[in-house]
């Protein structure tokens, strides 16, 4: 019987995420509360994980000169409208290793849900990482997400992370990611998030540029309507010579929602040079009657253009 509740739960969990179809030659793991329901491997990865009471422990490994063919689909999530999923995630790609992980944390009828992630990824030499996580949420906007990632990025080794939610309402999400960058390192992370109704975001990401001619990306691209806030603070420090950075921040803003945009920039080397901008500000108006006089409605216009900005 906990079998077939298994599978069933599982289906639930990929048709929510619009997973379909997996085929063997796709590693994937489901993960349904605090709960390990599926596990398939590929050569070259190991996945080893195990339940906790209070959560679940994962820790993931690209063996040495890996380069996995297919990205590993995770999916992570619940089903009911209440209940806690608590992760604990350690990643390393070894030297040379190169892999792509997609994420989807769905949470289709959430009311009252935490989502808590506490992740470590280190990369070796020569290593790449990319990592795309989206989220799926309901339209009660009764989720809490709180993911912390730090990143060690060794040398000549890159990582691009995008964290994704513009469907469904946010909720409460507090954003950290943190990134150490070495030599000929780089680091470049997105977020992109469409708050609506009162939903609370936060993101705070910082990039330490720590050793020669590595590199950094922060972008942040926020819409916020209704009654929503959303406060983002991105910093990059430059340590060395010919290190190279940007932060990027831009959030639009509709009804009575409110935005903080605070882009932080530290060079401590005169080789080195980093970059920012940040804009706020509301749907251009020339745009909205544009749009309008095409036969959409405000709401509809002003989704449009917000995609965009999403993209």
């Known amino acids: 019987m906990e079998k077939n509740n298994d599978l069933e739960l599982i289906k639930q969990l990929l048709d929510s995420a619009e997973l379909h179809d997996l085929s063997d030659k796709i590693a994937h793991v489901e993960i349904h509360g605090n709960k390990v329901l599926g596990l398939h491997l590929v050569d070259g990865l190991l996945i080893n994980s195990k339940s906790l009471d209070d959560g679940v422990d994962i820790n ?29 995630i350690n ?51 009764g989720v809490t ?32 990611y943190n990134a150490d960058v070495y ?53 990059i420090v430059a340590d060395a010579p010919y290190c190279k950075g940007h932060v990027d921040c831009k959030e ?6 409110k935005a903080v945009a605070i882009p932080k920039v530290s060079v401590n080397d005169p080789k080195a040079q980093v970059t920012h901008e940040a804009a706020i500000g509301s749907v251009d108006s020339k745009q909205l009657e544009t749009l309008m006089s095409r036969g959409l409605s405000e709401d509809e216009a002003v989704d449009l253009i917000v995609s965009g900005l999403l993209k």
């Open 183 to 235: 030599k000929d390192g780089s680091v470049y992370m997105t977020a992109r998030i469409y708050g609506k109704s009162y939903d609370k975001i936060k993101i705070l990401e910082s990039a330490h540029l720590i050793e020669e001619n590595s590199a950094g990306v922060l972008i942040s691209h926020l819409a916020v309507k209704d009654n929503s806030n959303a406060m983002v603070e991105n910093e």
């Open 91 to 141: 990643t390393i790609l070894k030297e040379d290793a190169e892999a792509t992980f997609i994420a989807v944390c769905t949470f289709p009828n959430a009311k009252n849900i935490q989502h808590i992630m506490d992740a470590n990824i280190t990369l070796e030499k020569n290593a790449k990482l990319t990592y795309f996580e989206r989220h799926i949420h309901g339209p009660h906007g």
């Open 60 to 88: 993931i490994t690209v063996e040495k000169g890996v380069k996995l063919e297919n990205p590993v689909r995770f999916c992570f999530g619940l089903i009911p409208p209440d209940g806690v999923q608590k992760l604990k």
């Open 145 to 176: 997400i709180v993911p912390k990632t730090k990143v060690i990025v060794k040398e000549n080794s890159s990582y691009i992370s995008e964290f994704e939610l513009i469907k469904g309402d946010a909720g409460s999400i507090d954003l950290q």
């Open 252 to 257: 639009i803003i509709q009804g009575n929602a």
